[in-house]
Every structure is written in structure tokens, then in C-alpha cells.
């Protein structure tokens, strides 16, 4: 029953490019048929949900609901964005955490924005174990990415960034902003 509702589903929609009611359609049956929608994947991904005091489990029809809100919302603009070209560049340290086995964003064409963007440094780290959210794959990796590699490149920009802007060239006057 599942592979023919599958085919069904995924003949109905046809060849991409897809709006976001079909990706969705897609993305579901993909991470389905590669072993992304098990047990313990959304067990995990309701425990990182719901363990904060401000939800609850009467929270996750809206938290569902609010996602596919925002698909719906920015899909047709944000699936029109060439990174490349809109953000050759940025002035500050960049990571790439990406999931090995990622469908919602190929890992082929966040490597290819990797090497094509211009920054101060930057450092991709695969999750060699995770889809698009490394946060519930591999949450402990992903903490020491964070501890061991975000945090340093954070602090010394936030260093740098006071040291400049404590600068106050002669005859000017600094204003404190709060």
C-alpha cells in the first residue's frame, strides 16, 4: 500500500520544479523511503520541541502547522535565490554544518556556494550521520561544532567589532547606543 500511494503521490506531481505543496509531497516520501521518518528521529525531534518550559505537547499541531506556513509563505521567492549571485560575499567568519544525507537542501549545492562565497574564513563541517537537521541527528557533534569552532570565531569578531568601534577619530563625538 505505501509504495503504490508513493507512486501515486510522486506521479501527481511530476518533474520539478515544484511549488511548495509538491515539495513537500516529495520530501516527505524521500525522507520516508531513506529511513529519515522513523521512530526515533521524531521521537528526538519532539523531545528538542517540546522540552523547553513554553510548549507542550498540545503545541506540535501548531508547530506543524507553523512550518508549513512558512513553507507556503517564502517557497516560490526563496526557491527563485541564487546565493552565488545575491551573497558573493560576507565580511564575517562562516560555517557550513551540513547533514550528509540532507533532502531539503542537496549537500551538492551547499558545497558548491561554499566554495563559491568570499568571506574572512571559512569551515565546513559534515554530519556524516544527519539529514537537514544535525540538531536532532547528532545533536552532541553538533554542540562541540558550536563550543569548539563557532564560539572562537564569535567572541574574537565580537572583539574586533568593539575594538572598531570604540574607535572615535579626533573632533568627533561617540554616542552610546543601548
Do not use: C
Not at 501527481?12 to 526515533?40: D, M, V
Not at 546565493?83 to 544525507?101: E, I, N
Not at 553538533?142 to 574574537?156: D, G, I, K
Amino acid at each position: 500500500m505505501g509504495r503504490r500511494k508513493a507512486l501515486e503521490e510522486l506521479r501527481a506531481i511530476g518533474p520539478p520544479p515544484y511549488s511548495a505543496k509538491s515539495l513537500w509531497t516529495q520530501r516527505i516520501w524521500l525522507n520516508r523511503f531513506e529511513g529519515h521518518l522513523n521512530t526515533k528521529t521524531l521521537w528526538d525531534l519532539g523531545r528538542i520541541l517540546l522540552e523547553g518550559p513554553e510548549n507542550s505537547i498540545a503545541d506540535l499541531p501548531n508547530l506543524i502547522r507553523g512550518f508549513r506556513f512558512s513553507l507556503d509563505a517564502m517557497w516560490d521567492e526563496v526557491s527563485r535565490i541564487t546565493l552565488v549571485t545575491a551573497v558573493p560575499a560576507l565580511r564575517m567568519p562562516v560555517f557550513f554544518l551540513l547533514g550528509r544525507h540532507d533532502h531539503w537542501v542537496s549537500p551538492e549545492t551547499s558545497v558548491a556556494y561554499f566554495h563559491a562565497l568570499t568571506a574572512p574564513s571559512k569551515r565546513l563541517v559534515w554530519f556524516e550521520e544527519s539529514g537537514h537537521e544535525p540538531f536532532v541527528d547528532e545533536p552532541a557533534k553538533l554542540n562541540a561544532s558550536m563550543e569548539e569552532l563557532v564560539r572562537p570565531a564569535v567572541v574574537q569578531e565580537g572583539a574586533r567589532e568593539t575594538k572598531e568601534a570604540s574607535y572615535v577619530p579626533v573632533g568627533a563625538t561617540a554616542v552610546s547606543v543601548s
